[in-house]
């Protein structure tokens, strides 16, 4: 495993988490880019992430309430999820690179019910 999230747990609806992705070790220094999460059921989505240009795309869900930054070293990357809806509920995946390798963490679920 290249990246490792961390934040996720359980939040009312119209509440607010903080999500965490960042290399899972110095040995190897993947660069996380940005976020997807999978509900059951459906596919892998995109929610949030940085381009290789440096502009940041959001899936048009999310828009208005989530929110994608990283450190000033591109060693983390942050998801600030704000007005928490039910649908948001999902398993979220950072999606990074090693060089020219796609790498992926294992998962943070966010669940959002009263």
């Known amino acids: 495993v290249y990246l490792v999230e961390s934040g996720g747990g359980l939040v009312q609806p119209g509440g607010s988490l903080r999500l965490s992705c960042a290399a899972s070790?110095?040995?190897?220094?993947?660069?996380?880019m940005g976020w997807y999460r999978q509900a059951p059921a459906k596919e892998r989505e995109l929610v949030a992430t940085?381009?290789?240009?440096?502009?940041?795309n959001y899936a048009d869900s999310v828009k208005g309430r989530f929110t994608i930054s990283r450190d000033k070293a591109m060693t983390t990357v942050f998801l600030e999820m704000n007005s928490l809806k039910p649908e948001d509920t999902a398993v979220y995946y950072c999606?990074?690179?090693?060089?020219?390798?796609?790498?992926w963490g294992q998962g943070t679920q966010v669940t959002v019910a009263s």
């Open positions: 999606r990074g690179t090693y060089g020219s390798v796609e790498v």
């Open positions: 070790s110095p040995r190897f220094p993947a660069t996380p």
């Open positions: 940085f381009t290789r240009d440096r502009n940041i």
